[in-house]
């Protein structure tokens, strides 16, 4: 629906919306900006301050990182199924959303 909607605006928005891979994604952005840099280098040990080094972000917690997944997962099927019926599942599904939130807020 939503699609439709903007397709029928084009004149107004000036673009279309249209279903895509990753590699067509990549294709058009190459066609647009020409070619892109590749990063060699790692971006961690990552610091967001003096002394304050992220180095444990990725290994730290495998089990509650792997819960996160799973649960982001079913959140994920309560907003498809929330869209097509057009209304909430109920107090569960938002109690799912903002445990999600918080756990997944990681600065």
């Known amino acids: 629906i939503l699609m439709e909607y903007v397709n029928a605006n084009t004149t107004n928005n000036g673009f279309k919306m249209i279903y895509s891979t990753p590699s067509q994604y990549m294709a058009a952005v190459q066609k647009s900006i ?21 180095t444990g972000y990725f290994t730290s917690r495998p089990t509650l990182k792997g819960y996160v997944r799973d649960c982001n997962s079913v959140l994920q099927v309560c907003k498809h199924v929330e869209a097509q019926v057009g209304k909430k599942l109920g107090a569960s599904s938002e109690l799912l959303r903002l445990a999600m939130g918080v756990s997944q807020h990681h600065d």
Do not use: E, I, R, V
Not at 34 to 53: C, E, I, M, R, V
């Open 34 to 54: 020409g070619a892109l840099q590749n990063k060699t280098d790692d971006l961690f040990p990552y610091a967001d301050g003096a002394h304050s080094y992220w």
